[in-house]
Nanobody, 119 residues
Framework: QVQLVESGGGLVQPGGSLRLSCVTS????????MDWYRQAPGKQRELVAR???????TYSDSVKGRFTISRDNAKNAVYLQMNSLKPEDTAVYYC?????????????WGQGTRVTVSS
């Protein structure tokens, strides 16, 4: 019914930047919260940033001041600008969205994009 596709991951040196994108397609009526999660090796998946349908943003303490989440409702897209990257930011990053279709509310995940911060 819906598909979330992430892109933008890769290898970057400490202090560098990356911009992740997540584009949603399918039978979408509206999208409420749009989130970025990450999962590092051997660790639980954690919420990194959230942007609500009204544009309110929240961040985990570990990324506050370095990462910026934004959304483009016309494109059904959410972005994560990551600056001043640290080795501890290394993880697979997933977008997650609460999507209203014409018949139901879906909690949907992308397939993940890997970010590696290393010199």
């Amino acid at each position: 019914q819906v598909q979330l596709v992430e892109s933008g991951g890769g290898l970057v040196q400490p202090g560098g930047s990356l911009r992740l994108s997540c584009v949603t397609s399918g039978r979408i009526f509206s999208i409420n919260n749009m989130d970025w999660y990450r999962q590092a090796p051997g660790k639980q998946r954690e919420l990194v940033a959230r942007i609500s349908g009204s544009g309110i943003t929240t961040y985990s303490d570990s990324v506050k001041g370095r990462f910026t989440i934004s959304r483009d409702n016309a494109k059904n897209a959410v972005y994560l600008q990551m600056n001043s990257l640290k080795p501890e930011d290394t993880a697979v990053y997933y977008c997650h969205e609460d999507i209203y279709t014409d018949i139901e509310l879906l909690s949907s995940w992308g397939q993940g994009t890997r970010v590696t911060v290393s010199s």
